[in-house]
């Protein structure tokens, strides 16, 4: 099911993917393979992994006893 949140991160992974691929043409003057490709998956793992992480990672210190 597509939440909100998911939404939204699906439409800024297609947002900067396409805004990246404009880029590197008008620099380059042609498509390249390489960072291109690249880009969307680390940007995926950013928006979808990394939250999770995060949370349990700040969660981790919270539970810990201060004696």
């Known amino acids: 099911m597509l939440t909100?949140?998911?939404a939204i991160?699906?439409?800024i992974l297609i947002a900067t993917t396409a805004?990246?691929?404009i880029e590197?043409?008008?620099v380059k003057g042609h498509w390249i393979?390489?960072?291109n490709v690249a880009f969307p998956?680390?940007?995926?793992?950013?928006?979808?992994?990394?939250?999770s992480r995060f949370k349990n990672f700040k969660g981790g210190f919270k539970?810990?006893?201060k004696n």
Not at 41 to 51: E, G, H, Q, S, T
Request: aromatic letters at 18%; proline letters at 3%.
């Open 24 to 26: 590197t043409i008008r």
């Open 41 to 51: 998956f680390l940007m995926a793992i950013l928006l979808w992994y990394l939250p």
């Open 19 to 21: 805004l990246m691929q």
């Open 33 to 35: 393979f390489g960072g």
């Open 63 to 65: 539970n810990v006893d």
């Open 9 to 11: 991160k699906w439409i």
């Open 4 to 6: 909100t949140k998911s």
